[in-house]
């Protein structure tokens, strides 16, 4: 793969591997509801959810790996990947499926499971209202952050967010609207929906937390954004939303332990068994072409 000229600023990889590996594992566990739907029209918008979010994260992926390629520092950080493919170049498919599960930088809640906490050893059926409310956080604060994320100075990245923005919308609009149908509908969907509510809004903490040295990068040279500046405006949107939906908002004691701190590496055990699942093929056959 012939590397692109990179011109103008260029965000830090690590902040767009950032973006890019929340947008994969979502559409990961999106995809999980891909023959499962509640409906047929619902298999099909979720599907068509995963979709956009593996677009978003190749597109991210390939500004990165242009990125790190062109950097003999950086590519040497990456230097286990380089392996997968004959020429040793980083590509979006090596960044995706040849990192380890310390190496993704996602939050933490797009990792989880469709269901509440249970313990270790016990099952549970896929539960619509967590995924819904869990897509509904997170869109929530992405359709802010590709907003501002247009005028970044890498252009690159400008232009993601410009695409990505308008997919987003959609799925901030669709999330949105079942989850005040769940909440303001009978006494079971509403039930569900709070639970799904009081169990995926701690985790959303994570949003705000210091310590993203990429990101503090990326803000320093205007190619990136402070995530935590946008919480005022997250809240207006959630709690606007959550009103209609009669849902009731307790922000209980954040998770600040390992749960909380997925975007630096330290996950929960969830992320493991999607890695597992998503990149066997690849690994299986690491010079495979299709």
């Known amino acids: 793969m012939e590397t692109p000229a990179i011109t103008g600023a260029s965000a830090p990889a690590d902040y767009l591997l950032h973006l890019a590996d929340n947008a994969l594992v979502l559409g990961q566990r999106n995809a999980e509801w891909c023959g499962h739907g ?17 677009g ?21 950080r990456f230097k286990h ?4 493919r004959v020429d040793g170049q980083v590509t979006d498919d090596t960044l995706a499926y040849f990192r380890d ?15 509440g906490p249970l313990v270790g050893y016990a099952n549970s059926e896929r539960d619509y209202a967590v995924t819904l ?7 929530a604060l992405m359709a802010l952050l590709w907003q501002r994320l247009q005028t970044s100075a890498d252009p690159q990245l400008a232009g993601v967010a410009a695409k990505s923005l308008k997919e987003t919308r959609y799925h ?21 929906a709070q639970a799904a509510l009081d169990h995926l809004l701690p985790y959303c903490e994570a949003f705000w937390l210091p310590g993203h040295a990429a990101e503090e990068v990326a803000v320093a040279n205007g190619t990136g954004m ?42 929960s055990e969830h992320l493991g068994f999607l890695l597992a699942e998503m990149q066997s093929l690849a690994r299986a056959h690491p010079q495979g072409v299709w």
């Open 38 to 54: 509640p409906i047929l029209e619902e298999d099909l918008a979720m599907a068509n959810n995963s979709l956009d979010l593996i």
């Open 101 to 115: 599960t310390a190496e993704f930088r996602n939050h933490t809640l797009l990792e989880l499971p469709h269901h």
């Open 133 to 139: 409310t869990r897509n509904f956080l997170y869109s």
């Open 56 to 76: 978003q994260a190749r597109m991210l992926y390939q500004h990165a790996a242009s990125l790190i390629n062109a950097d003999a520092a950086t590519a040497q």
């Open 81 to 84: 990947l380089q392996g997968a």
């Open 172 to 192: 901030l609009s669709h999330s949105s609207d079942w989850l005040v149908r769940l909440g303001d509908g009978t006494e079971e969907s509403h039930q569900r």
């Open 226 to 267: 402070c995530a935590a500046d946008l919480r005022d405006d997250w809240n207006a949107i959630v709690n606007e939303t959550l009103s209609e939906a009669t849902l009731l908002r307790s922000d209980t004691q954040p998770h600040v332990g390992y749960v909380a701190q997925g975007h630096l590496g330290v996950h």
